[in-house]
C-alpha cells in the first residue's frame, strides 16, 4: 500500500505526462471516448509498476519534481485542450510563457556555472525574491489575471509549507519540464486556441 | 463572478502572509574547530599496509573513512563489476580500535534502497562520505539515474547505531536543472548550530566546486560557490577558524592544467579567492588533507605527477607562508605495463590520538589502507617538523 505522499507524487508525474501528451499528441482532435481513453491508458502506465519499479519513478528520476506553478498549468492545460474547460486566458498563457523563460535565463545558465553567481542561492530565505513575487502576483491580479495569481500563490504557499523534498522557491515556481511544456505550447499552432472573451 | 475578485485578493494576501511569517533565518556558518592532535611520541614508529575490500566486487573506488565515538574506524567505498556499472553499491567494514581487527564486509547501500526510498529509478551508486553528527552517523553518497557520473545527486542516509543498520535514504535538492550533477568526495564539517557544510562539485558542462549547508535534517539551507566554469571539483575542506576556511581542489582545467587548486574564504563563506596553482602537481585527481598541531600546520596526500595517476605521495608545510615539502611515497608505479591511473582517491583520515588512516583505489581492484602513527609521521618530516 502506498503512502499517501508518494501516490501524490505519482499523481504529478501523471499530470506531467499528460501535460506533455496534450503538447505533442493531437488529442483534441480525436472522439471525446478516444481521448478518454488515451488518457487512462497514460495514467494507468506511468501510475502501475513497468519492470522493477513504477512508471513514474523513470520519469521523476528525469525530470525531478514538477514545480506548483507547473502543476497548475498542466491541470489547466490538459482540461482546455482536452475538455473546453477554460481556466486561464490566451493572455495569462502568454505572459507564463515569458516569465518561465526569464526565469530559466536567470537560472540555468548560472546553475551550470557560467559564473561565479548562483542565483539559485536567492531561493533560500531570501525576502526580496518574496517581495518581487508578491509585486508580481499584485500585477496579475490587477489585470484580472487570475489564473496566474493563484498558481504563484500556491508557489509560494506551498513554499513555506515545505511541501515538496526542496527548501528553495525556484523549485516551487519554474522546472525544466515546465520551460519544455511552454516552448512546446509556443511552437505548436495545432493548438486549441483560447476564447477571447473570459 | 464579482466575487472573484476580492476572493483571489485575499488568497494572494493569506499566502504571502504566511510565507513572510515563516521565512527561516539562516545562519552564517560557524565552524567547529577540531582539536588539534597532540603528539604521542612514546610509541615506536609503526607503518602497516593492506588491502582491505575483499573480492566481493570486480572493481572497489573512492574510499573514505570516519572516526566513530567508540574510536573504531569505519570505511566506506563503491563497487561492482565496474565503476559505472549498474551493479555498484556502497560498501563498509570496521577497524576495531581495541583489537585492531576488521569486521566482515558489508554491504551496506544498494541501488534497489535507494529507488525505493527516493521514488525514483537509480542506475548505480558512488563516492560514500561520512560524518559523526552527535549519536548519529551520516553518509552521503551520489547516485545516478541517467547517463553517467555528471548526472549524479547526492543522497544522505543516517545511522543510530555506528552504520549497523540505515534510516530511509534522503535526495538532496541542490540544483534547479534537473537536480543533476552534485557530487560529494571529501568530508563534511559541522557548524556549531548543528548545521553540516558539505563539500560538493558540479559535473555537467561546468565543473566547479561549491559547499552545501544542511540543517539537522539534512535540508540544503544555502550554497555557497567556491568556483566557476570548468576547472575545480572535489574540494577538501579544512576550517582554519569559526568563519574561515581553506579548500584543495582536483584540477579539471584544459588551460591550466597540471597543478594543484587552492581557494581560501574572504569575509564569508560565500566569498573566496580566485583559484591559485600550487606548486604541486596535480593530474586532474583527487586530493585529501588534514591539519596538524595548527591549522596551517598540514600533511596533503596526492598523485605527484602533472598527467599521470602513477604513485601516491604525501606532502608537508609547516605553515601558510612555507613551501610543501614531500615526506614520503606511498606507491609509485615501477612496472612499463601499460595501466591507466592505477593509483588514485586517497582519503586521509587522522584519529583523535593523533594516528593516520590512509585509504586510497589500487588498480581499481582493491582499496588500499595505510596505518602510520605519530611517530612515523615524526620520522617522515624533516628536522623542524611540527613540535609536540
Known sequence: ?198 | MKAIRPGVLLVIVAGFTLAISNLPAVQEPAFVIPAYRASSQDSEPMLETAFISGDLTREVHSATAIELNNGDIRVFWYGGKREGSKDTSIYSRVLNGADNSWSDIDEIMARQTVARDTHRYIRKLGNPVALVNGDELWLFFVSVSVGGWAGSSTNLSVSKDNGTTWGPVKRLISSPFMNISTLVKNAPLLTKNGDVILPAYHEFLGKFAELLQLDSTGNVLKKYRISHGRQAIQPDLLPVDTTHAIAFMRNTSAQRPGKLWFSRSQQQLADWTPLAALALPNPDAAVSAVQLNTPEELLLVFNNHPSERDDISMAYRSGNDTAWQLVHQFEKKTDTKKEHNPYSYPFLLQTREGNFHLFYTWKRKHIKHVYFNRAALLDMLPPAGPES
Open chain 1, 1 to 198: 500500500m502506498m503512502s499517501a505522499t508518494p501516490l501524490l507524487t505519482g499523481l504529478t508525474m501523471v499530470l506531467l505526462c499528460l501535460a506533455f501528451a496534450t503538447v505533442l499528441l493531437p488529442l483534441n482532435r480525436l472522439p471525446l471516448a478516444v481521448r478518454l481513453l488515451l488518457i487512462v491508458v497514460i495514467t494507468l502506465t506511468v501510475l502501475l509498476p513497468l519492470s522493477e519499479y513504477p512508471g513514474w519513478y523513470y520519469v521523476r528520476s528525469i525530470f525531478g519534481d514538477s514545480s506548483i506553478t507547473a502543476l497548475f498549468l498542466y491541470v489547466a492545460l490538459i482540461l482546455q485542450q482536452n475538455f473546453s474547460w477554460q481556466l486561464y486566458q490566451e493572455n495569462e498563457l502568454v505572459l507564463l510563457r515569458r516569465l518561465v523563460l526569464a526565469a530559466a535565463l536567470l537560472l540555468y545558465p548560472f546553475a551550470l556555472g557560467v559564473a561565479q553567481y548562483d542565483s539559485y542561492s536567492l531561493g533560500y530565505a531570501n525576502p526580496w525574491l518574496l517581495t518581487v513575487l508578491l509585486i508580481l502576483t499584485l500585477f496579475c491580479w490587477y489585470k484580472k489575471y487570475y489564473f496566474l495569481a493563484v498558481a504563484l500563490t500556491a508557489g509560494v504557499t506551498a513554499w513555506s509549507l515545505q511541501l515538496l523534498e526542496s527548501l528553495n522557491l525556484w523549485d516551487y515556481l519554474i522546472d525544466p519540464a515546465l520551460l519544455l511544456i511552454m516552448i512546446l505550447t509556443w511552437l505548436r499552432p495545432s493548438m486549441k486556441k483560447i476564447q477571447p472573451n473570459l
